[in-house]
């Protein structure tokens, strides 16, 4: 019998059914897989995939005194604090990604206005982290 499960690939949402094969059941034995097909959704007539999930929200655009994330990850560390004078080269933030730990440092010297994110927070590549003014 199979199973029903839901997935997401590339922001659309599809209802799958999947038949566990075992090692003494007939089936597929040159160890392909055959291509996944819409299911239609229980009480539907049609085999349209479910509706799209809600895209991800977009961080905004970086200013002209934005440090950003050159990848994404999640913050470590926010080493920077509002008020502080940083000069170029200096460590601002830490992001991990694949388990390596990054510094980010500062594009310019200044005195951080803004810092846009906490430890804990997963940024995107691209994402503002602290503003230097």
Not at 7 to 26: C, F, H, K, P, Q
Not at 65 to 93: F, I, L
Not at 108 to 124: I, K, L, N
């Amino acid at each position: 019998m199979p199973r029903q499960f839901k997935v997401t690939v590339n922001g659309r949402e599809y209802e799958v059914a999947v038949l566990e094969l075992t090692s003494g059941s007939a089936g597929q034995s040159s160890g392909q897989m055959a291509p996944a097909m819409p299911v239609a959704s229980a009480g539907s007539a049609s085999a349209a995939p479910a509706p799209a999930a809600a895209a991800p929200r977009q961080a905004p655009a970086a200013g002209a005194g934005d440090v950003v994330a050159g990848m994404g990850g999640v913050v470590v560390e926010v080493k920077a604090k509002v008020g502080q004078t940083v000069a170029a080269g200096d460590q601002v933030v830490i992001l991990e990604a694949m388990k390596m730990k990054t510094p980010v440092i500062a594009t310019r010297a200044g005195q951080v206005t803004q810092v846009h994110v906490a430890a804990g927070d997963a940024v995107e590549a691209g994402q503002a982290l602290v503003t230097i003014g």
